[in-house]
T-cell receptor, first 114, second 113 residues
Framework: GQNIDQPTEMTATEGAIVQINCTYQTSGFNGLFWYQQHAGEAPTFLSYNVLDGLEEKGRFSSFLSRSKGYSYLLLKELQMKDSASYLCAVRDKGETDSWGKLQFGAGTQVVVTP | NAGVTQTPKFRILKIGQSMTLQCAQDMNHNYMYWYRQDPGMGLKLIYYSVGAGITDKGEVPNGYNVSRSTTEDFPLRLELAAPSQTSVYFC????????????FGPGTRLTVL
């Protein structure tokens, strides 16, 4: 199984940058995911990393280091609408190494202030 | 496409009652999942299915049952509801093992009193 840790809450001002860290321990790694969840809504997919390095997608970037069991989600040019919970999730290797289940962290609540 | 739909949106049950949470997707996805999310927590996998007729337990399956008779539908059954099952339930689907994204339904908020 996995053990996934991320900070409970972060606060930043509009226009700033915030970095949300996620550390994990897993017996078999097959991908790391970031989801965004606004209060009272369903999670929506943001990014996926399976190899080391940085994936950039507009204002959001995600980084992975498999050797360190570490990922971060970088949110640039923060907007008020970015206030949400950000969930880090790790997929393990299934029995056939082809697919595994997702395990989610508890989420980081990002509060963007004017 | 409607995506992933769930019914009902809200439900209050008495202890010991039973109910079925409905989930359907129209994206022809093979993989479907049921999660529960308690306040301030991440999602916990209850059951999942890799195709019609195939289901398996997730992290927290006790007190729940599922079936997958068609590709589209994946109902979750609660037998003998308990207060510990008060939670928000999300159904999700994905196309395959190589498609990373899971698409979530809007959720069902269940309270057991």
């Amino acid at each position: 199984g996995q053990n996934i840790d991320q900070p409970t809450e972060m606060t930043a001002t509009e226009g700033a940058i915030v970095q949300i860290n996620c550390t994990y321990q897993t017996s078999g790694f097959n991908g790391l995911f970031w989801y965004q969840q606004h209060a009272g809504e369903a999670p929506t997919f943001l990014s996926y990393n399976v190899l080391d390095g940085l994936e950039e997608k507009g204002r959001f970037s995600s980084f992975l280091s498999r050797s360190k069991g570490y990922s971060y989600l970088l949110l640039k040019e923060l907007q008020m609408k970015d206030s949400a919970s950000y969930l880090c999730a790790v997929r393990d290797k299934g029995e056939t190494d082809s697919w595994g289940k997702l395990q989610f962290g508890a989420g980081t609540q990002v509060v963007v202030t004017p | 496409n409607a995506g992933v739909t769930q019914t009902p949106k809200f439900r209050i049950l008495k202890i010991g009652q039973s109910m079925t949470l409905q989930c359907a997707q129209d994206m022809n996805h093979n993989y479907m999942y049921w999660y529960r999310q308690d306040p301030g927590m991440g999602l916990k996998l209850i059951y999942y299915s890799v195709g019609a007729g195939i289901t398996d337990k997730g992290e927290v399956p006790n007190g729940y049952n599922v079936s997958r008779s068609t590709t589209e539908d994946f109902p979750l059954r609660l037998e003998l509801a308990a207060p510990s099952q008060t939670s928000v339930y999300f159904c999700a689907s994905s196309y395959s093992s190589t498609a990373p994204e899971q698409f979530f339904g809007p959720g069902t908020r269940l309270t057991v009193l």
